[in-house]
Structures are given as C-alpha cells and as structure tokens.
C-alpha cells in the first residue's frame, strides 16, 4: 500500500488514464466533430488575418512612396518606373 504514496506512481497512473481517456474522447463521433469545426474556424480566422495584415502592409508601402514623391526624395527612375507598372 505504500505504492500509492510514491509520487512516481502517482504521476504514472495518472499518464496511463489520460491516454485511456484521451483514446476514448477521440474515437468519439461528437468530439471529433466539435474538434474539426474548430479547427476549420482557427483556419478560417487565420486566413482572414493573413489577409488583413497584407491589405494593411501594402497601405503602408502605398502611403511610403506618396510621403518620398512628395518630399521629393523619388528618383527620376523611380517613377518612371512606378507609373509604368501602374500603367499596365
């Protein structure tokens, strides 16, 4: 009886009963179902996000280069460049 005192079995017993619960929850119909909706919105939030932040990176280089075209800072080939990619 000692044995349930000992930590090390403690903490044995305990991994032995959560993969034994763990291996029950995933082989249930609902569980897997609630699991896989909820990764399919993590996805879906973490595209949106991905989105955004692109959306946000290119107002950023747009608001850059109008800042240097007006302090004047732009190069002559820089525009020139610039306005014929924007041309096409």
């Given at each position: 009886m000692k044995f349930y005192k000992?930590?090390?079995f403690i903490c044995f017993a305990s991994g032995v009963l959560?993969?034994?619960?763990?291996t029950k929850l995933v082989?249930?119909?609902t569980v897997?179902?609630?699991?896989?909706?909820?990764m399919a919105k993590g996805m879906k939030v973490?595209?949106?996000?991905q989105e955004a932040f692109q959306?946000?990176?290119?107002e950023a280089e747009d608001l850059c280069?109008?800042?240097?075209k007006k302090a004047g800072?732009?190069?002559?080939?820089e525009e020139t460049s610039e306005e014929t990619v924007s041309e096409e």
């Open positions: 000992n930590m090390k959560a993969a034994l619960v763990g082989k249930d119909k897997r179902k609630a699991c896989v909706a909820t973490q595209k949106n996000a959306n946000m990176k290119e280069y109008e800042a240097q800072i732009l190069n002559e080939e």
